[in-house]
């Protein structure tokens, strides 16, 4: 189960992302956090992919940035019903478990 955790992200935060290089639809501006309910440390949300970069929404309480990461490397186990639920859809060293469950990332790879 995600993280019931959303961010609305302010004006200075959605002009970052709309200056990114991206060929992916701009940025909602409320997102919801992607990781596992109940992780530990920061929130985090995707907000754009820019070839291999992917920069992610972080927020506590008090406070929010926006960071860049690269994919986890990890992989589910290898009878995943399907090849595009093979891949941890989260960024490299995010807390709580890998996640496959989103596949808005896989398309390059049809
Ligand atoms: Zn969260
Ligand atoms: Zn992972």
Redesign the pocket.
């Known amino acids: 189960m995600n993280?019931p955790?959303r961010i609305t992200l302010d004006a200075a935060q959605l002009a970052f992302f709309n200056e990114l290089p991206a060929q992916a639809p701009s940025v909602q501006s409320e997102l919801g956090?992607e990781?596992e309910r109940g992780?530990e440390g920061s929130?985090?949300a995707l907000g754009q992919q820019v070839e291999a970069t992917m920069w992610w929404v972080q927020w506590t309480l008090s406070a929010s940035e926006i960071n860049p990461y690269t994919w986890c490397p990890e992989h589910r186990v290898p009878d995943a019903p399907s090849r595009d639920d093979k891949d941890c859809t989260l960024f490299d060293g995010h807390p709580g478990k890998h996640s496959a469950a989103k596949l808005y990332w896989h398309s390059e790879a049809a």
């Open positions: 993280c955790a956090c990781l992780h929130h985090a």
